[in-house]
């Protein structure tokens, strides 16, 4: 797996991905989906349901001071007998997702976090992804290409009797790229980031 970047930005704003990449393949994909996540409130763990139905399991395993770098490993990725809806049953949810995760080696930690858990956070998206020639911007670079995608979210806490709205936010991704592309797409993006207030992230 290569290098990931993220930007999280509030919306509105200027900073449009199809605007900048002038060079973007028109062919491309769209996605709209809810994932909702478990607040474990641990910066180790990163447990959610994609499309509400998938449960998906990631591991922070190395974080690079240095060079401000995560490695997070995805280690649990199946579907979900019960079927997410707005009217959650968080407790009938955390039982169901607690007896598909019992008997690994970091089992009793997240077993123990899950039980904690009082808030899940819906994140309503609405994807475009496309692949983008960065040899026509980046021409120094080896690699050919680039997989990158924007996400335009709307984000609400659950809690028992309560739902709190909290805004509307775009997220854009960057992926396949070896790191001296990331370097090449940081700098190129930067200018709007700083303008913005872009939050970046590199898996």
Known sequence: MGWELR?????????????????????????????IYFNLKSPKYGLKLRGGRLLELKILCEYNTQHLTEYWKKVINFPLSYLCKENTDLSKLKSEVASMLTGSSWSSEILSLLEDCQELVYTHK?????????????????????????????????????VIQCGEYRSICVEDGEQTAMNHVI?????????????????
């Open 7 to 35: 930007c999280f930005y509030p919306l509105p704003s200027d900073l449009n991905l199809w605007k900048i990449m002038k060079d973007a393949n028109d062919k491309h994909a769209s996605e709209d989906r809810t994932d």
């Open 126 to 162: 609405r994807r475009k992804q496309t692949y983008l020639n960065t040899k026509n911007i980046f021409p120094s670079i080896k690699e050919t290409g680039m997989t990158i995608e924007q996400t335009d979210m709307i984000i609400e806490i659950h809690r028992k009797e309560q």
């Open 187 to 203: 700098s190129f993006v930067a200018p709007s980031a700083h303008t913005s207030g872009i939050l970046f992230a590199m898996y």
